[in-house]
């Protein structure tokens, strides 16, 4: 019997179509070094991996039974694709459209979250400070949007559709990319703009590129001195793309306004670090992408890359098509 390891539980519907053809296992516990991982995925024929997990080189050559790594999200920076490709596992992703909604709106929700001091006011209210001070309400004036400027650095899929909701509020938007994408530029009514041009023009900042080693810290010090003093960065891509102790530096200082941000360098954050304790943020717990309908979404899309690759066949979202010439259920 085939048998697929899941690291994380993910949407019932998905785990009952794998388990039409597999024995499918959900790890206890996340699996975060290396060793750990090793040792369990060394007994599976496929993993759907929720991203945590170092598929390094050594995991990977170590795990002679693996035939696919499905990654239950789009990012795949914890893969090692050339290493999987050249051992003939498949690495596969789950660009699905609800995952893209999910994460624009999540953008979006964490702008007017810092803009509007929601989460402030929420706490102001349950802890009875409007009862006592009904007038004191200075502390929520907040920053209208429209006629402001949302600077997006990479305008890919998720980034087209926070532009497109942007635009909505009223907000002009600039983006950078490694390429001008014409198109979208015609459709959103976006306009391209150098990186520097962005960072020194734009109110509002959002991250939305994949980690790379050409964006790992793409935003450090230079890039948030250059920042207007009010601006407001935010990040739903992954927290290595800024560089967290300048970004400390910068929100302690006042020389940025505020950060809302969904990923961090290091997840979970502790609770201890600086990030956690600066007044100026709205921190979310990775969850940009988690709604009912993303998440049922993905998971049936990782569980039918699986179930491919396990008969034999090619799965819809490879990341590396050229294993298949050498494809370990090929030999
Ligand atoms: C994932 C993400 O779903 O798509 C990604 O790469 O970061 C999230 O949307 C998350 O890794 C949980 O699977």
Sequence with gaps: MRRVL?????HQDAVELLRGVAEVVVSDKPLRSED??????????????????????????????????????????????DAATRLGIWVTITPVEELFDAVADHAIALLLCITRKICTADSF??????????????????????????????LG???????????????????????RKIELEKRLGVEFSQFDYLLKNSDF?????????????LIGERELYMMKQNAILINISRGAVVDHKALVKAL?????????????????????????KLPNTVLTP???????????????????????VLNGE??????????????????
């Design 6 to 10: 899941l690291t994380a539980p993910i």
């Design 36 to 81: 750990e991982l090793m040792n369990v995925v060394k007994d599976f024929d496929a993993v759907i991996s929720m991203g945590v997990e170092p598929f390094t080189k050594r995991v990977l050559e170590n795990s002679s039974r693996l035939l696919i790594v499905a990654r239950h999200g789009v990012g795949y920076d914890n893969i090692d694709v």
């Design 125 to 154: 209210v349950r802890l009875g400070k409007w009862f006592e001070k009904p007038f004191d309400k200075q502390l929520f004036i907040g920053i209208g949007l429209r006629g402001k400027t949302l600077g997006i650095v990479g």
């Design 157 to 179: 899929r998720i980034g087209a559709r926070i532009a497109e909701r942007a635009k909505g509020f009223g907000l002009k938007v600039i983006y950078y990319d490694i390429e």
């Design 205 to 217: 900042i959002v991250v939305s590129v994949p980690l790379t080693e050409k964006t790992r810290g």
């Design 252 to 276: 302690k200082s006042g020389r940025l306004a505020g950060a809302a941000l969904d990923v961090f360098h290091v997840e979970p954050i502790p609770p201890t670090d600086e990030i956690v």
């Design 286 to 308: 990775h969850i940009a992408w988690l709604t009912e309908e993303s998440r049922r979404a993905m998971a049936m899309r990782a569980a039918e890359n699986v179930i491919k």
């Design 314 to 331: 090619e799965p819809l979202d490879a990341i590396n098509p050229t294993v298949k010439e050498f494809a370990r259920n090929k030999r």
